[in-house]
């Protein structure tokens, strides 16, 4: 890569483990994947943490890089469980809802959309295998 190029794809992101700020480097030149844990929707969610990751990922694109940006939903899980039965209504019901909710706010921050947005319901069998190995 050349110095201009180099330079014009300067990125420093702090290293919570080393403690220090370092000069980000994908693994693969040109390419960079982001993995967002995403809601686990039950209720109503706080935006900060995706508005931080969309200008994250919206800076790697104008730098240049190709990027495979996933936000997961665990859209199964006690807390969705226990709600939705107070509710009275299935858990599918109720995480379906708040994922909806959750987009629209998405929307209305004009966050883009990532690359996919894999639930966990569709995947139990792959994290079952994954957890039994």
Do not use: W
């Amino acid at each position: 890569m050349a110095g201009s190029e180099q330079q014009q794809r300067a990125l420093m992101l702090f290293d919570t483990r080393m403690k220090k700020a370092e000069m980000f480097r994908p693994l693969i030149e040109g390419k960079v994947s982001m993995y967002v844990c995403g809601v686990t929707p039950y209720d109503f969610s706080h935006a900060r943490a995706y508005v931080a990751f969309d200008v994250l990922y919206r800076y790697l694109k104008y730098l240049g890089y190709e990027v495979e940006y996933v936000r997961n939903f665990t859209d199964i899980d006690d807390k969705i469980i226990r709600r939705a039965n107070e509710a009275g209504e299935t858990a599918t019901s109720l995480s379906s809802r708040f994922i909806d909710e959750f987009l629209r706010d998405m929307v209305e921050l004009q966050c883009l959309p990532p690359t996919r947005e894999p639930r966990v319901t569709e995947h139990t069998k792959e994290i079952i295998d994954l957890i039994t190995k």
